[in-house]
T-cell receptor, first 112, second 114 residues
Framework: GESVGLHLPTLSVQEGDNSIINCAYS??????FIWYKQESGKGPQFIID?????DKRQGQRVTVLLNKTVKHLSLQIAATQPGDSAVYFC???????????FGKGTLLTVNP | DGGITQSPKYLFRKEGQNVTLSCEQN?????MYWYRQDPGQGLRLIYY???????QKGDIAEGYSVSREKKESFPLTVTSAQKNPTAFYLC?????????????FGEGSWLTVV
């Protein structure tokens, strides 16, 4: 069945370092992927998205990489800041399906 | 301000009671969603609505009900049939379905059964 999972449940980095959060998906029909950031007690915030016809997309301090061959997605955060501390979720969508399937999340902790 | 408003932020329910969580959006989005999140877990879809007066069950619809009488409103009722309702509930909306239509979330409502 469909599933979206994360390799690492927790990630701890030093302020200023780069962070890489990984996500595996199992449904090769998925064609749209989104990364969300969720701070404690709040709703998820959109960070960046990528369509399956792309391998890489960059935003402000964030880059998403998509490897369709191995069904792997990653989120790279440059110069990680304490304000980046949160749980990060990847989510996938298939075609005209209205539903997003979410992974369980990775907790990113940034140490000053 | 444009956005998605959920209320109340915190709600306590006695066993056997029904409670309704409100979700309003002024983004003119067609699609609306309700997700449930348990501590340390991802989001699970309860119900979604693609258009006014239409909605579909998600993955965990049992014990919940919704209505979509207006485009901007999608209330969720947690019924007494839901045996483990304590959770964080998230409402979301999107322009429409299909690839590339990002889902945006409200700030969530905490429901605790006492």
């Amino acid at each position: 069945g469909e599933s979206v999972g994360l390799h690492l449940p927790t990630l701890s980095v030093q302020e200023g370092d780069n962070s890489i959060i990984n996500c595996a998906y199992s449904n090769s029909a998925s064609d749209y992927f989104i990364w969300y950031k969720q701070e404690s007690g709040k709703g998820p915030q959109f960070i960046i998205d990528i369509r399956s016809n792309m391998d890489k997309r960059q935003g402000q301090r964030v880059t998403v990489l998509l490897n369709k061959t191995v069904k792997h997605l990653s989120l790279q955060i440059a110069a990680t800041q304490p304000g980046d501390s949160a749980v990060y979720f990847c989510a996938e969508n298939i075609g005209s399906n209205y539903k997003l399937t979410f992974g369980k999340g990775t907790l990113l902790t940034v140490n000053p | 301000d444009g956005g998605i408003t959920q209320s109340p932020k915190y709600l306590f329910r006695k066993e056997g009671q029904n409670v309704t969580l409100s979700c309003e959006q002024n983004l003119n989005h067609d699609a609306m969603y309700w997700y449930r999140q348990d501590p340390g877990q991802g989001l699970r879809l309860i119900y979604y609505s693609q258009i006014v007066n239409d909605f579909q069950k998600g993955d965990i619809a049992e014990g919940y009900s919704v209505s979509r009488e207006k485009k901007e409103s999608f209330p969720l009722t947690v019924t007494s049939a839901q045996k483990n309702p304590t959770a964080f509930y998230l409402c979301a909306s999107a322009v429409g379905g299909g690839t590339g239509n990002t889902i945006y979330f409200g700030e969530g409502s905490w429901l605790t059964v006492v």
